[in-house]
């Protein structure tokens, strides 16, 4: 899908590049790319999925489509993916199809996916042993800004791979950020579903609140907006909560694997994450009244 807002591009050298994964983030991520000028080869689990990105970007620079991740790497200066968890990504990394068999010595992996930091560094210390770079970039900004290329990006690996993807990787970014070693990337976006858990929680209670005490809540969004409570997820949702509308994007069985990341990683290193743990639960209540698909918002649901 073409970004809904059209921007422009820094004059970033062109780059032979392949994209492994054009599902909700990465088909209109990869698009950003060939509208940047770069030569894109993509490679999908489904391979129609490859010829429609193909014939959408046919007026780009040269667009294929690959049989295997390893034919789409092949002389790629910059691989980058976003696929669905880690045994995904182990999948189009490793292998003799996989991407890291096709790439030259030299070339870098980005990898979007919001994976494990262990399997990060699991494929960090694979691809140096084969001579190849490896950076952990997963994102955040949901299905709008992977269509406006407006996606922020927290990486882990090492800074000269980091600085040498980074002015491509702005082709689909508002922010492409190093916060250190290999697994840091994946670490932050923990960081981040963290906090988002709570906030939707909160404003969940809020608004249902809200709602049974008789106020128009709309209008009561507007004036706390203005407000310490502000927050992305009022702004953006809370209207569309009152409206019981959730159909904007991340999905609910995503947010759960992202969390069952987290509470992994807090098991590891000792933290303690009850809310986050209790989040998850009532997500799990989400699923269980059919709302696989629908998005993170529709926690208040189970209040109703």
């Given at each position: 899908?073409?970004s ?116 990060a ?19 955040s ?15 882990g ?13 702005m ?94 990683e ?39």
């Amino acid at each position: 899908m073409p970004s809904t807002n059209p921007r422009t591009y820094d004059a970033t050298p062109s780059r032979k590049v392949a994209f492994l994964g054009l599902g909700v983030m990465g088909y209109p991520m990869a698009g950003h790319l060939a509208l940047a000028g770069h030569e894109v080869t993509v490679y999908n689990r489904t391979a129609a999925k490859s010829v429609a990105w193909c014939a959408e970007y046919a007026g780009a620079k040269a667009p294929k489509h690959a049989a295997t991740p390893r034919e789409a790497a092949a002389g790629a200066d910059i691989v980058f993916c976003c696929v669905g968890n880690d045994n995904d990504l182990r999948s189009v990394t490793l292998g003799a199809d996989g991407a890291f068999a096709g790439m030259q010595p030299g070339a870098i992996f980005v990898d979007h996916t919001t994976a494990s930091a262990e399997v990060a560094r699991e494929l960090y210390a694979a691809a140096k042993a084969q001579g190849l770079q490896f950076v952990d970039a997963p994102v955040s900004g949901g299905q709008a800004g992977a269509q406006n290329g407006q996606l922020t990006v927290m990486c882990g690996g090492d800074a000269a791979a980091f600085d040498a993807a980074q002015p491509v990787a702005m082709a689909f970014s508002r922010a492409f950020t190093l916060l250190g070693e290999s697994g840091s990337g994946q670490l932050a976006k923990m960081v981040n579903q963290i906090c988002i858990a709570g906030l939707v929680q909160g404003l969940s209670e809020a608004v249902a609140f809200g709602q049974n005490a008789g106020l128009d809540m709309k209008q009561v969004l507007d004036v706390i907006g203005k407000g310490a409570a502000q927050s992305w997820q009022m702004d953006n949702r809370g209207k569309t909560m009152v409206d019981g509308k959730f159909d904007f994007g991340f999905a609910v069985d995503w947010m759960r694997k992202d969390l069952g990341l987290v509470l992994d990683e807090a098991k590891r290193n000792g933290s303690r994450l009850p809310v986050t743990a209790l989040v998850d639960q009532f997500y799990a209540d989400v699923q269980q009244m059919g709302g696989n698909r629908w998005d993170t918002s529709s926690l208040i649901k189970r209040l109703k």
